[in-house]
């Protein structure tokens, strides 16, 4: 293929390059649209978080076998996804959580927004592996801070989990895996401190915590993951005493009414309390779950 592009080019590499890269794109896409039909079972999704964490992306990105999701240039694929979502531009209104702290969050599930911000990357993709693939949506959240924030700034932490072994991108801001979620987390301003712990295992259980926003974001992320919670709180928190004795041993879809992944003798909220820190918003992607409205 190089010795037919110098020869149609009488030897000019510049035109020889550019003629190859229009051949690649070409053949990607006849690749594309004969495979666009197979189904798309498997993926990874991919987190991009910003190196000050005040904002962070994630996408999920479709592909037909569980041998090609751990292809490094599927790997590569969704990185570059992640990164080049994190480079979007926000055109939607904050969701107020208190007086100094807004979170800004955009849900991207249209086809065509989708196919701008990939480009050719997937069709490229696709010709190298042959597999159909697909870019199936993104979340973009930022935290908006106000110009009297006090010290205990809101951070946005990732977690993901793989099934079957570790994934890792090339970049040090990308973390894999087929379950993904980012938390909006802070540590609360009250100087009150955690309850020391005693010897009997009573006490103990009301004294589970932990002491770095790291590890309570850590820990949050693999409870959201586990028990795939809907919402921080239920819609009439006044309410949700009367519900959850009506739902007896059924798990709530709230996350702060769920018994606690580490210890389910106490709830979410009380290891939050616990920890003095606050969850202010989440989001969570399951690769290959059926997409709900946001």
């Not at 006090?150 to 977690?159: A, G, H, K, M």
């Not at 401190?193 to 009997?200: A, G, I, L, N, R």
Request: with cysteine; net charge negative; glycine share 6%.
């Amino acid at each position: 293929m190089c010795r037919k592009a110098l020869e149609l080019h009488n030897q000019d590499l510049a035109k020889a390059e550019k003629w190859l890269r229009a051949e690649a794109i070409k053949q990607g896409w006849e690749k594309a649209e004969r495979v666009k039909s197979r189904n798309t079972g498997e993926g990874l999704v991919g987190i991009y978080t910003a190196p000050d964490r005040t904002h962070a992306t994630m996408v999920e990105v479709k592909c037909e076998t569980d041998f090609v999701a751990k292809n490094e240039n599927f790997i590569e694929l969704v990185t570059k996804l992640a990164e080049r979502l994190s480079q979007q531009t926000m055109h939607q209104s904050a969701d107020i959580r208190d007086t100094t702290v807004s979170i800004n969050k955009l849900w991207i599930v249209d086809e065509k927004k989708l196919n701008e911000i990939s480009g050719q990357i997937i069709t490229e993709t696709i010709s190298k592996l042959g597999e159909n693939i697909r870019f199936v949506r993104g979340c973009i959240i930022r935290i908006q801070k106000s110009e009297n924030q006090s010290d205990n700034t809101p951070v946005l932490l990732p977690y993901t989990h793989s099934v079957a072994g570790k994934i890792d991108s090339k970049d040090s801001n990308v973390i894999l895996g087929k379950y993904g979620t980012i938390i909006a987390i802070q540590k609360k301003q009250s100087s009150v401190e955690v309850k020391p712990s005693s010897s009997t295992e009573e006490d103990m259980i009301g004294v589970v915590s932990s002491s770095s926003i790291e590890e309570v974001g850590s820990k949050l992320g693999q409870h959201i993951i586990g028990l795939s919670p809907l919402s921080i709180l239920p819609p009439d928190s006044a309410e949700s005493a009367d519900i959850e004795n009506v739902n007896g041993d059924e798990e709530p879809t709230a996350l702060m009414k769920q018994k606690f992944i580490f210890n389910d003798e106490i709830t979410v909220e009380q290891f939050l309390n616990n920890s003095q820190a606050n969850i202010l918003d989440f989001v969570r992607f399951e690769c290959g779950e059926e997409l709900q409205s946001n």
